[in-house]
Nanobody
């Protein structure tokens, strides 16, 4: 079993930055893939980014260049650095892990508004 706990969400003005963190715990040594998805009000959950244990990252095309994913493999922690935030980035951001099965965090709210 894997437990995921996100932190770092909040309210930010357009053009600002936020860094999300997700720490994984449980009886695990190393998680192969971790990442982030998001769900805006009234919309389906969508892919944001993932990163493997070998640090190979994959991004949603529309977010590449503004968002950066990185991880601390020793701590099974993944981060999402979000820059130049826009109101349309407002969503609940969910941490994701693939470790034999799919695991999800509870989500953290990100609101981009002036």
């Amino acid at each position: 079993q894997v437990q995921l706990v996100e932190s770092g969400g909040g309210l930010v003005q357009p053009g600002g930055s936020l860094r999300l963190s997700c720490a994984a715990s449980g009886t695990i040594l190393s998680i192969n893939t971790m990442g982030w998805y998001r769900q805006a009000p009234g919309k389906e959950r969508e892919f944001v980014a993932t990163i493997t244990s070998g640090a190979s990252a994959n991004y949603a095309a529309s977010l590449k260049g503004r968002f950066t994913i990185f991880r601390d493999g020793a701590k099974n922690t993944v981060y999402l650095q979000m820059n130049s935030l826009k109101p349309e980035d407002t969503a609940v951001y969910y941490c994701y892990a693939l470790h034999g099965a799919n695991y999800w965090g509870q989500g953290t709210q990100v609101t981009v508004s002036s």
